[in-house]
């Protein structure tokens, strides 16, 4: 690393911590406030646990503004000592002054890609489960609702619904089975009143079946049976929240449940918009570097970085939207990906060919 890249990172990591180590601060002002007037129990340990987990939770949603803060406190003192003209005398482009700073984007993006897979889904259920027994003083339970998956056979289709299953006990209520001949005739309507669902086997306590082959024939069930591609233990995780699941457990649900028939929007659309979040702190500071250096007006640039904040994560929450408000394939948010990507290239080509001083 050459002297003038340790200066440049000297510089902004002094900026950085110390915004970062401010806002973290107003994380555990409000931590403490909140458990103060909010809690419904006053052991130290909570808030103790509370702050503790709510301080790299903070640090991650929080950094795509703390970053490009510090990013404009930086430049802004560049340009003040013409830094950033020097550096073009000497042939250096305005890419080649930010890299330091974009490199440390990057990196970070990575950290936290690989934070999503470990250490944060763990702690947003811990900040959950204190929030709804400590907090909000309810139950928590381990139930999954409305679930819908299918079976291929060499006979037909399975079509299974299970209204609430209880993933500690196996036991469900409300189910519905409809099988389905190769050729798309509908042979026999399962209703369950009550289960159990154990290792790979769902067995049927009590209901009624309507068998379509032999007329409109009904019977009562007594210990109906059906074998499932998944175990019990695989179905737990569709009862937790899906910030809780880490991305590798988000990419298994997302290809087991297209098996079994699915709806997996919802796993594909929470990575890809982790993938996106992870990488929108280095995406806007490219955008916002072209923009500061092109014009050297510290004031526009704290303009632009709000506007594409909110371009950013607008794209990054894409997915998201169109797989639970819009009911579309998350897929089409790489539209909007793709056309961010081309903008920011178009901006750091602009940085790599410089600019007219």
Request: proline content about 2%; glycine content about 6%.
């Amino acid at each position: 690393m050459k002297l003038f890249d340790r200066y440049l990172l000297s510089q902004f990591f002094k900026i950085f911590l110390t915004l970062e180590i401010a806002s973290l601060l107003l994380v555990i002002v409000y931590a403490v406030t909140d458990f103060l007037l909010a809690f419904k129990v006053s052991d130290t340990k909570v808030v103790f646990l509370y702050t503790l987990y709510l301080l790299p939770t903070s640090f991650y949603i929080l950094s795509p503004v703390v970053f490009n803060l510090s990013a404009l406190v930086f430049f802004r003192r560049l340009l003040a000592k013409n830094v950033d003209l020097t550096a073009q005398s000497f042939t250096l482009s305005p890419l080649r002054l930010s890299m330091p700073v974009a490199i440390v984007g990057f990196l970070m993006g990575g950290l936290f890609l690989f934070m999503n897979e470990s250490l944060l889904p763990t702690l947003f259920k811990k900040l959950w489960y204190i929030e709804k027994v400590f907090k909000k003083k309810q139950e928590v339970g381990r139930i999954v609702s409305q679930l819908w998956f299918l079976k291929k056979t060499q006979t037909g289709k399975y079509f299974v619904y299970i209204g609430n299953l209880d993933v500690r006990t196996g036991r469900f209520t409300n189910l519905f089975i409809l099988t389905v001949s190769h050729r798309g005739k509908i042979e026999e309507v399962v209703e369950g009143i009550s289960g159990r669902w154990e290792g790979k086997n769902i067995f049927v306590n009590s209901g009624k079946a309507y068998d379509f082959r032999r007329g409109y024939f009904a019977e009562e069930l007594r210990n109906l049976s059906l074998k499932t591609e998944i175990d019990l233990s695989e179905v737990g995780i569709f009862a937790e929240k899906i910030t809780h699941v880490r991305m590798s457990a988000l990419l298994s649900l997302y290809m087991k449940g297209s098996l079994l028939g699915l709806d997996v929007n919802r796993y594909l659309s929470e990575v890809l918009y982790r993938v996106g979040m992870s990488f929108l702190p280095v995406v806007v500071f490219l955008l916002i570097t072209e923009r500061v250096l092109r014009g050297r007006n510290f004031k526009k640039g704290f303009l632009y970085l709000f506007l594409y904040l909110g371009v950013g994560w607008f794209v990054a929450s894409s997915p998201k939207v169109l797989a639970d408000k819009a009911n579309l394939q998350p897929q089409y948010a790489l539209i909007f990906y793709a056309l961010l990507l081309s903008y920011l290239l178009k901006r750091v080509y602009d940085l790599h060919k410089g600019f007219r001083l």
